[in-house]
């Protein structure tokens, strides 16, 4: 999992990629929780790929640029899961999910 900045994730949207992306905080405690699950994800797809995983995933840190964050994303809370295929956002979703979870939101 790679931690990226909003122009990176600009970039990912703009290009059509498919991507899982982590909205959290360092200081935030579930925000953690979904960190783990999300890097046992990250694994299945890895595992599960004959060739390239069919989503990355990716983090941004909410406080790194708090008005896109806000304003373009609009995120209230953390963490917060978005899934972007295409380029297009098809699934938002506030609050810890666990991997089986989204997995099945990936199939």
């Known amino acids: 999992m790679e931690q990226i900045t909003t122009e990176q994730l600009k970039q990912k949207i703009n290009n059509g990629e498919n991507f899982v992306l982590d909205l959290f905080a360092t200081w935030c405690g579930p925000c953690k929780i979904m960190l783990y699950n999300l890097e046992k ?9 004959t060739s390239s995983p069919k989503y990355s995933i990716y983090k941004l840190d909410i406080d790194s640029d708090r008005e ?9 809370s953390v963490p917060t899961i978005k899934i972007f295929k295409e380029g297009k956002e098809v699934f938002s979703k506030p609050g810890v999910m666990t991997a089986p979870e989204v997995l099945n939101l990936l199939d």
Do not use: A, F, H, K
């Open 41 to 49: 994800v990250n694994e299945s797809l890895i595992s599960e790929s």
């Open 68 to 76: 896109y964050v806000v304003n373009e994303l609009q995120i209230r």
